[in-house]
């Protein structure tokens, strides 16, 4: 197959330019938009072609899908020039991303350093499925750097965290962090659901692995499930591949296809939510049936300028703390005319999620209070809609409490 140039070493292409055709492969049809090989198996032209492609695999050569397929291979390619690495594995869910990286990369007897404003699924991986392995975890104030440098120690092989936390938006110092879990030798895995693809950060302040849960941005509309683990060739060919293509997690071509035509927009589609959320955060600041608005770009936010260092802007996902708690919000969620109540984001339509009874409820309370989920906390999502349109709808809600 005719490939596109792809590698972050390989053209000076910018963002707009990759998300469109990094990772391309055309067959001898010579087609415009990428095939979709939806196929399990690949056939031999000889008993002896067969052996020598199960010794070893050359770069356009393919022998089970669970192993990798022309497709999911675009994918990989494209999202990993994205991201800023070299290499990448695409898995069915965000969730099997996360689970995979921790898996393949840690043992019994190692001990990981973690944020504690955590995704609950990935809390539940760390707390009750590793921790089983007998792995320990240290759960550390992801926006104290002085916490992490305590935490962090000779024997600690791992540190994981969410460069932007969901849902209270907590930014982590991703440099620092990368800085002395590198001086400890210990591998650095950023979940970078809320940083948004585009703006993703984590390769530049040397993250070693990102985790990507490809169901939000880069699908955008609502649709597939998917995830991606992203890093070196080393990492990725090496100790994920094994354990993916071993454990069955393989993303479906399908899937993979209908993401490579997401990706043709999606910086188009994620600039403009990030706009509409910064336009929100800016409308509702100061509004009195309002205690908070907390955008990580946004002044008001209290790592306003650590997050305006790290990143262009704070992504697509806003919160807003209610007065008058739990009955208040729900009174302001129920009165939303255009915002979808649902548990996702980054989805083309506007989103609201009330976190402590919805994705946060099984937390016990102790533990919603260190992390902030209150009653009158709402996550916002900025859709594709009219800005001025949400705006009004967000404006009148709030005026029905
Ligand atoms: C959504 C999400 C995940 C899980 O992704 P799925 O695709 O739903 O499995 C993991 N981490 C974060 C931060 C997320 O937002």
Redesign the pocket.
């Given at each position: 197959m005719e490939k596109t140039a792809t590698g972050t070493s390989k053209n000076n292409w910018g963002k707009r330019t990759r998300s469109v055709h990094s990772g391309t492969r055309r067959s001898q049809y010579g087609e415009v938009s990428e095939g979709i090989f939806l196929t399990q198996g690949f056939v031999y032209p000889s008993a002896e072609a067969a052996e020598a492609r199960f010794e070893a695999l050359g770069e356009d050569e393919f022998i089970y899908a669970r192993y990798g397929n022309p497709t999911v291979r675009m994918f990989e390619d494209r999202m990993a020039d994205l991201l800023g690495y070299e290499d990448a594995f695409a898995c069915t869910?965000?969730?099997?991303a996360?689970s995979g990286a921790l898996t393949a990369l840690l043992k019994a007897g190692d001990h990981v350093v973690s944020s504690r404003a955590l995704?609950g699924?990935?809390l539940y991986m760390l707390e009750d499925v590793l921790a089983r392995f007998g792995v320990e975890i240290t759960l550390v104030d992801g926006t104290d750097n002085a916490a992490w440098d305590a935490a962090i120690r000779p024997d600690t092989t791992l540190v994981f965290l969410?460069s932007i936390s969901?849902p209270t938006l907590e930014v982590v110092d991703l440099r620092h962090v990368c800085d002395v879990a590198h001086k400890n030798g210990a591998l650095v895995v950023v979940?970078d659901?809320?940083a948004t693809p585009v703006y993703s950060y984590a390769s530049a302040c040397g993250a070693d692995i990102t985790v990507v849960?490809?169901?939000?941005h880069v699908d955008g509309q609502g649709r597939m499930?998917?995830?991606l683990i992203a890093g070196s060739k080393e990492l990725i060919r090496g100790p994920i591949e094994a354990y993916m293509k071993h454990s069955g997690g393989a993303m479906n071509p399908f899937t993979a296809w209908t993401h490579l035509k997401s990706l043709e927009t999606i910086v188009l589609r994620v600039e403009q939510q990030s706009s509409t959320a910064l336009a929100i955060a800016e409308a509702l600041d100061g509004h009195a049936n309002l205690t908070a608005v907390r955008y990580p770009t946004h002044r008001a936010h209290p790592q306003c300028e650590l997050a305006r260092a790290q990143a262009e802007t704070g992504g697509t996902v806003l919160a807003l703390e209610v007065k008058g708690g739990k009955e208040a919000c729900f009174k302001f969620l129920n009165a939303l005319e255009l915002f979808t109540i649902s548990n996702n984001f980054a989805d083309a339509k506007s989103i609201v999620t009330h976190p402590a009874t919805t994705t946060h409820q099984r937390l016990p309370q102790d533990q919603k209070d260190t992390l902030g989920i209150s009653g009158g906390l709402v996550r916002l999502s900025a859709g594709l809609e009219d800005p001025a349109d949400l705006i009004a709808d967000l404006q009148a809600a709030l005026g029905a409490i």
């Open positions: 869910s965000g969730m099997a996360v995704f699924s990935c969410e969901n979940d659901a809320m849960s490809t169901t939000k499930l998917g995830g």
